[in-house]
């Protein structure tokens, strides 16, 4: 029998960002022998989740760069629950989840728009959680299953040499090879380019594929940081930039999987930035000594998060990790509200140093793991000048400040308290997390061993 999902959404005279209706699309997919589940992309509200008691945290969110996913419903005949869903806070998604059990004959397309001009961009797969018989327990693991599709990657593409922001663009997220081919012929039948085409693989052997309760979660993250017009940006956000069908076969086949895809390295061997350490040890002096009669105290820092393959086999949480970046965080520390208390951050500019396309900051508290107030390098190229004055690679240094009173500048995170998870409260163990997006050179994050780890000092009255 062929399946539609009419009750999440009415279809009748709706048209994707491609133009072509949103009901063709469908019977052609019906032609080709799928049901068919209608799901959409669509912010993901991780604090709104953590403070309405839906997740245990907000997943380490960059608080510069908001959060899209595929929502979508259980597949046909699904009796197990999913874990996620934004239902409660958001009514109109019932029947949706965030994450899914799926069959290793499914498959999910997303067309859709990318967003307008921004610094980056991406889609990117993920294991999401996964039941642990020994422990008999199901635990998040929120691991990325590969190389996104980013920004750096897409512009190179024939389909995009024209641009690649505000454009059609389509997503398959399979593990099966077979599903893969029966949708694109669906898709370029009624007209899509083969060219805007792209498949995230699931790779069978990094998970458990199926539709029982024991079998692994799925789900998808579609990051954006940075919009050069904070209008324009918000409008996307708040949006539905496209639609995401779920394509179950109607006669269950054996799958046909894809290998597990080779991913870029990491890397160019090019350690420029160690040749500011002496010049980073000047900076450091030079925030004490502005700092002069107060308690300092300089906060370690270490890799944060590795990386989803390392995760998957380690049965640890990821945090939806991406290999577009480098995660780096500090050891806790609390911010109080005195006048004057403060955590001063500091370290390498890493796009000066064109080791980065961006680069941020943000508090997060340890319990809720919410990114608070991001700073970025827009924020705080040039800031080290004054501290340095004279030093000719004060230019590729940066400093900005973490505190509780807004003193005016681009380069001050200001932490409210007292509003949930938008915020960090005084006696609230905490900690400094970095980022630190794709290197030019290889279009996905640098290796840890080529770049100068971010820093921070806690000042204290």
Not at 87 to 105: A, F, V
Not at 384 to 395: K, V
Not at 433 to 443: A, D, L, M, W
């Amino acid at each position: 029998m062929i399946l539609l999902f009419l009750t999440l959404f009415s279809v009748s005279g709706l048209t994707d960002n491609s133009g072509i209706d949103v009901n063709t699309t469908v019977q052609a997919f019906q032609d080709t022998g799928f049901s068919v589940g209608l799901g959409k992309m669509q912010t993901v509200d991780a604090i709104g989740l953590y403070d309405a008691g839906i997740t245990p945290s907000c997943y380490a969110i960059n608080p510069s760069a908001p959060y899209m996913s595929f929502k979508v419903p259980k597949a046909p005949g699904q009796t197990s629950n999913n874990t996620i869903s934004d239902s409660p806070i958001n009514p109109e998604n019932k029947g949706l989840w965030l994450d899914y059990h799926t069959r290793p004959d499914e498959a999910f397309v997303y067309i859709g728009t990318t967003p307008p001009e921004c610094d980056y961009f991406s889609y990117c797969g993920y294991l999401a959680t996964r039941y642990f018989p020994l422990s008999n327990e199901k635990r998040r693991v929120y691991a990325s299953l590969g190389d996104a599709i980013s920004l750096s990657r897409l512009k190179d593409e024939p389909a995009y040499n024209s641009g690649v922001f505000s454009k059609p663009i389509i997503i398959i997220f399979t593990a099966d090879m077979n599903t893969d081919t029966k949708a694109r012929t669906a898709l370029t039948a009624v007209g899509y380019p083969e060219d805007i085409i792209h498949t995230l693989v699931v790779p069978h052997t990094l998970v458990n594929l199926g539709l029982d309760s024991e079998t692994d979660t799925l789900t998808t993250l579609h990051r954006v940081a940075l919009f050069r017009n904070e209008e324009e940006g918000d409008a996307y956000m708040n949006s539905t930039p496209g639609t995401v069908y779920r394509l179950t076969p109607e006669t269950e086949e054996e799958p046909a999987f894809f290998d597990v895809p080779d991913v870029i390295p990491r890397g160019t061997g090019d350690t420029r930035e160690m040749d500011l350490m002496d010049d980073l040890e000047e900076l450091r002096q030079a925030i004490i000594d502005r700092n002069e009669g107060y308690e300092v105290q300089d906060l370690t820092t270490k890799i944060w998060i590795f990386e989803g393959y390392d995760a998957i086999q380690r049965g640890i949480d990821a945090l939806g990790d991406i290999r577009d970046t480098v995660y780096l965080n500090t050891t806790n520390t609390v911010l109080g509200d005195k006048p004057g208390e403060c955590i001063m951050v500091y370290g390498v500019n890493h796009v000066a140093t064109k080791k980065a396309t961006y680069a941020n900051f943000g508090l997060y508290g340890l319990a809720a793991l919410n990114g608070i107030e991001g700073i970025s390098n827009h924020d705080y190229t040039g800031t080290a000048e004054e501290y340095l004055p004279g030093n000719p690679n004060a230019q590729y240094l940066y400093v900005a400040k973490i505190c509780r009173e807004d003193d005016g500048s681009p380069s001050t995170s200001v932490i409210p308290s007292g509003v949930g998870a938008h915020g960090v409260e005084p006696d609230e163990p905490c900690f400094v997390g970095f980022r630190v997006y794709v290197e030019p050179e290889t279009s996905v994050g640098p290796a840890w061993n080529e770049i100068v780890y971010d820093r921070a000092i806690k000042i204290t009255p």
